[in-house]
């Protein structure tokens, strides 16, 4: 139990700070949201509690197959909200959008033998 809460905590401030800096320096903080610590302490996480180099090998390809269908979002949320359509609309959009792609990784990918 304590891990957990340890884990979150970490994975809580590291969130927490993104979203401070990106009050005041948007580009800066759009960084540190971009870069993929969410992955990094994922398999941080999951190496120390089962140290299973195929078993991560598999976690960090799938991984990579599953944020390149979550980049659109990040294209349709700012055409949206430039085209003044409100936040939560916007967010709603570029979720449902992340959301279809991930079915179609997940439906198209095992056909061509990628492992998710």
């Given at each position: ?46 190496w120390i509690d089962k ?5 991560m090998a598999d976690h ?37 959008l992340t959301i279809v ?16």
């Amino acid at each position: 139990m304590l891990a957990l809460i340890l884990k979150s905590a970490l994975s809580g401030i590291m969130i927490a700070l993104a979203s401070t800096l990106a009050r005041r320096y948007p580009g800066f903080g759009a960084l540190i949201a971009s870069l993929p610590l969410v992955s990094v302490l994922g398999m941080i996480w999951l190496w120390i509690d089962k140290p299973d180099p195929a078993n991560m090998a598999d976690h960090a390809g799938a991984t990579f197959w599953y944020v390149l269908p979550s980049l659109p979002m990040f294209l349709l949320i700012p055409a949206l909200l430039r085209h003044g359509v409100g936040f939560w609309p916007a967010l709603a959009a570029g979720c449902v959008l992340t959301i279809v792609l991930y079915l179609g990784v997940t439906w198209i990918g095992p056909r061509f033998g990628l492992v998710l």
